[in-house]
Structure formats: structure tokens, C-alpha cells
């Protein structure tokens, strides 16, 4: 059984930071794409970051870039997103993703909200 279990979030100021994580089961990792997305209320959602089953390429959403990073450790199967300089539209929930090869993105963690107060 595949599971992705996001964690991390929570109430932040403007400009702070938060690091999110996820953390992965039932899949071979090291295999996997992995993607950060987030939805905010009444909003589709969008892709945030993804980085490849290496973590040698990362790509990132432009509003996120500089601001987000996204890594991963093979060995522990977990996924991060380290979020600086946050600001109040980056408020959502936010969810990891996995998808093999170039397919799309199957599995989904039931995701964690992130706030950001003015």
C-alpha cells in the first residue's frame, strides 16, 4: 500500500519560514519523480516544485523561485519543500506527489494547510 504522508504545516508571519516534509511508503523511492502542489480555497490546484528520482534537477513554479527549495533523501524516502520568505498568497494546502518516470503524477499524500498572516 502506497502512502505519503505530508507534514510541517502550520501559522506563520510574512516572511517567515517553514519546512515541509513528506514522508513515503509501499513505493521504491529512489525510483520516483516527487512534486510539491498546493491548492488554495477556491482555487485549482497548481504545481509548486518537482525533482527528479536522482535530485540532481529541480524546477520550480516562478512565483516560488528563490524563495522555495525542494529536496529529497533516497535513503530515508522522504521529500521536503524548505519555504522562506513566505508570503500571504502562498497560503494553501499543500501536498506531495509521486510519479514514475515521465508518467503522470498517482500518488497523492492528503496534504497539510500552510497559513501565512500579514
Known amino acids: 500500500q502506497v502512502q505519503l504522508v505530508e507534514s510541517g504545516g502550520g501559522l506563520v508571519q510574512a516572511g517567515g519560514s517553514l519546512r515541509l516534509s513528506c514522508a513515503v511508503s509501499g513505493l521504491t523511492f529512489n525510483t520516483y519523480r516527487m512534486g510539491w502542489f498546493r491548492q488554495a480555497p477556491g482555487k485549482e490546484r497548481e504545481f509548486v516544485a518537482r525533482?527528479?528520482?536522482?535530485?540532481?534537477?529541480?524546477y520550480y513554479t516562478d512565483s516560488v523561485k528563490g524563495r522555495f527549495t525542494i529536496s529529497r533523501d533516497n535513503a530515508k524516502n522522504m521529500l521536503y519543500l524548505q519555504m522562506n520568505s513566505l508570503k500571504p498568497e502562498d497560503t494553501s494546502v499543500y501536498y506531495c506527489?509521486?510519479?514514475?518516470?515521465?508518467?503522470?503524477?498517482?500518488?497523492w499524500g492528503q496534504g497539510t494547510q500552510v497559513t501565512v498572516s500579514s
Open positions: 506527489a509521486a510519479a514514475k518516470y515521465n508518467a503522470e503524477y498517482s500518488y
Open positions: 525533482i527528479a528520482w536522482s535530485g540532481l534537477t529541480t
